[in-house]
């Protein structure tokens, strides 16, 4: 009985203890948080001077190369803005510090992220999401909290619309529509063709209605729309269905990892047409997940990274270096240019007060970027040119260039 | 007609993965009278294991990607995905559920979510299987082996069925045509009263949990050879994956091993069928309107027995 009773006592101790161990812990990581330099009090520069900048991207999840690129892209950008002495202010210079958080690519999580950024970590501006559904969910704790935001890549033209704080340097869906039927009825010359997308995306939602419109209008005719939700397996149902059609060519206005299993299961079922889709294929798991299936389809960008410019060519050899040899997609490209825009609207504000770098990223005009000219416009959008890329052994290849 | 035979063959393919993983939520439900939701993690850890067995294999024998692997390495890896996830289903059952086996059924389900977060998360550490999607290697050749129109039969959806149909005529015979399934029936009809008979009641409920977690594992291994591209862990379509599946159990009649067969073809039906001739937006929607239609007509399941609530 005693020693039994000694056994519990034991065991209830080290179960404290572990408890005791785990709270521990809790606090200190907690603590650790706290204690970074980066994370100041008295607002968006801390006690060194830094500046603190915040990412939000699917760092992880089905969409996880959108976050990585994007955030790839970023630091690059900062680094080489910190070797060359920081943001220029009023005469003194300031380095930049990166603050990043994961949305797991899902909406739910970006008001919590966005909100953890900019009252934690005191963020001077905001860059983020990639998807467009992410941002939308976004934007507006950046609008009420008065901070700017810039998105990299997101192509819903509704997200610079929630408020004045809100921009983009990527062109919008409307465009990116057009671009894509453009190429399908004047390049590819098709005549009838299918749409399979998420509707659950407002990214997927847009191209596709921009894509029906710009279609007909050239003379082409919409045989199918079926639709889809993001993280579906199974495929085959919709699939049969635009089969019977016979349609020439498959919009698939979606993300990478869904893109791929449509391309698996359309090829298993003898489909054979090209794939056509935008900028939210581009990633290097759509290869990778989609093997021979992916082989011959098409999709529009921002950038290419064989286009011959010494612009992107630069920016190719110097991402290749630091990110182990990796290509530079164009989430990598156009998170580069974002956190550019930034820099050199942080310089001529001279001042990270959320209304006067508001009025000096509205103000960019002609700015250089690896991914075309930026300027901003009237609706806080950028207007530039978009490429078609062929999957080619693996690789997105230019293929044609469409003006806006 | 080459549609309704195309979609017929789709929803018998889904159809027999979620009867797999529906068997396993029954099976514990008849013995232990709880839901053991960590039950849908253990599919997705199949589904990853055969993806890192399969992927290592490939790497050894020095294939290029895209280029079919020899015929055994499916069976094997098939098995070592059923032995490993059989193991850990036990040490699930042995350090998270046996402590409570005298505990309110809540705190066993508590506990039960507990172990599927744990999993879910630990899965999507760097050195487990990542945060990303990955596509699982070609195991099988995909051989047209007919066709009826337009509607082509590929080795690989005949094998998928007949790999859960030989699972579930397996278990089918166990559990009626042995001396093991008759300790199983015995519990899950009483366990005390089995206790007293001289069934080693502990032993019975550590094997249901073997045998439930190794037929999870083969749901997992064939939901992986059948979509290739495998979701990470803690990816939210695992988890519709699993509540489709309990579906199945309770539309079939929970803790019914025939039910949730049954269940998990007509669940699979029933949304194939649905998305094809209906409306494919709603796929979701038929599998919860047929769960609710159940229980208001026949609570006990389609093919579960109607029972008073001991008060």
Known sequence: ?404 | MDTLLQTLKDGLTIGSLYALIALGYTMVYGILKFINFAHSDIVVLGAWLSLVIATAIVKALGLESGQTAPWWVGPFVLACAMLACGIIGFTIERLAYRPLRNAPKLNVLITAIGVSLFLQNTGQLQFMFGTRPQPIPTLLSDKVLFAIGNMQVRLLDLVVIGTALVLMIALEWLVFHTKLGRAMRAVSFDVRTAGLMGINVDRVISITFVIGSSLAAAGGFLWAVSFTSIKQPADTSWVLLGLKAFVAAVVGGIGNVRGAMFGGLAIGLLEVFGQQYINPALKDVYVFAALILVLLVKPGGILGKATVEKV
């Open chain 1, 1 to 404: 009985m005693h020693a039994r009773a000694n056994v519990t006592s034991v065991l209830s101790f080290s179960r404290s203890a572990l408890l005791a161990a785990g709270v521990a812990l809790a606090v200190l990581s907690g603590c650790d948080r706290g204690s970074t330099p980066s994370t100041g009090t008295t607002g968006s520069t801390g006690a060194a001077g830094d500046i603190v900048i915040g990412h939000y991207g699917s760092l992880t999840g089905a969409e996880a190369t959108f976050g990585l690129s994007t955030d790839n892209g970023i630091r690059l950008a900062v680094e080489e803005i910190n070797a060359a002495g920081g943001v220029n202010m009023g005469g003194k210079s300031h380095k930049i510090v990166l603050k990043s958080e994961d949305t797991e690519g899902k909406p739910e999580k970006a008001g919590t992220v966005v909100t953890k950024l900019i009252t934690a970590d005191k963020v001077a501006a905001v860059i983020g999401e990639v998807a467009s559904s992410v941002t939308l969910a976004g934007a507006p704790v950046a609008q009420q909290f008065g901070v700017p935001m810039i998105t990299p890549s997101s192509t819903n033209p509704q997200c610079t619309a929630v408020g004045d704080m809100i921009f983009r340097v990527c062109f919008i869906d409307p465009f990116q529509g057009y671009a894509c039927a453009k190429f399908a009825a004047s390049d590819l010359k098709v005549k009838q063709a299918a749409i399979l997308f998420d509707q659950a995306s407002a990214y997927s939602v847009g191209l596709k209605d921009e894509f029906e419109k710009n279609f007909t209008k050239l003379g082409g005719q919409i045989v199918a729309v079926e639709a889809y939700t993001k993280g579906e397996s199974n495929f085959n149902p919709l699939l049969t269905k635009i089969r019977e059609t016979g349609a020439e060519l498959l919009f698939i206005p979606g993300y990478y990892t869904d893109v791929a299993n449509i391309a698996l299961q359309a090829r298993k079922l003898g489909m054979t047409m090209p794939l056509l889709g935008g900028d939210g294929w581009d990633s290097s798991d759509l290869a990778k997940n989609g093997g021979a299936a992916i082989e011959g389809s098409f999709y529009s960008n921002h950038y290419a990274s064989d286009q011959p410019t010494p612009e992107i060519q630069s920016f190719v050899r110097k991402y290749k270096e630091k990110f182990g040899g990796e290509t530079p997609d164009g989430l990598a490209a156009l998170g580069y240019d974002a956190a550019r825009v930034l820099f050199d609207a942080m310089q001529r504000a001279g001042t990270t007060d959320g209304a006067k770098l508001r009025d000096a990223i509205a103000s960019t005009k002609d700015f250089k970027g690896v991914t075309g000219t930026i300027s901003i416009n009237e609706k806080r959008d950028a207007v530039k040119p978009a490429v078609i890329v062929e999957m080619k052994g693996g690789k997105p290849v230019f293929r044609a260039r469409v003006e806006p």
